[in-house]
Nanobody
Framework: QVQLVESGGGLVQAGGSLRLSCKAS????????VAWFRQAPGKEREFVAA????????PYADSVKGRFTISRDNAKNTVFLQMSSLKPEDTAVYYC????????????????????WGQGTQVTVSS
């Protein structure tokens, strides 16, 4: 079992930046793909970004390309989501998720491929 804890959310003005962190409870986290998803009120959960265990594969949703960057520090069992040029439509609860499969070459954008989920962190972007 892998426990995930997100942090770094908050209130920011449009155009601002935030960095989210997802820290895992186990060192095996470093061998798993990790993704960020988000869910706004009244909307379905949507994919944001993912990163393979090696960091070599990093798919992004079209809506965040060029503004968000996902990265990881395997020595610290942590994945980051650097968010810049934030827009009001980025307001949502952000969740990180980890795949149970280890050493996969690619990171999936599909929520059902992820087995472990954090509790989420709120990001609110004011206009």
């Amino acid at each position: 079992q892998v426990q995930l804890v997100e942090s770094g959310g908050g209130l920011v003005q449009a155009g601002g930046s935030l960095r989210l962190s997802c820290k895992a409870s186990r060192s095996s986290f470093s061998s798993r793909a990790v993704a960020w998803f988000r869910q706004a009120p009244g909307k379905e959960r949507e994919f944001v970004a993912a990163i393979s265990w090696s960091g070599s594969n990093t798919p992004y949703a079209d809506s965040v390309k060029g503004r968000f960057t996902i990265s990881r520090d395997n020595a610290k069992n942590t994945v980051f989501l650097q968010m810049s040029s934030l827009k009001p439509e980025d307001t949502a609860v952000y969740y990180c998720a980890a795949d149970d499969v280890r050493f996969a070459f690619t990171a999936s954008a599909r929520a059902f491929d992820y087995d472990y989920w954090g509790q989420g962190t709120q990001v609110t972007v004011s206009s």
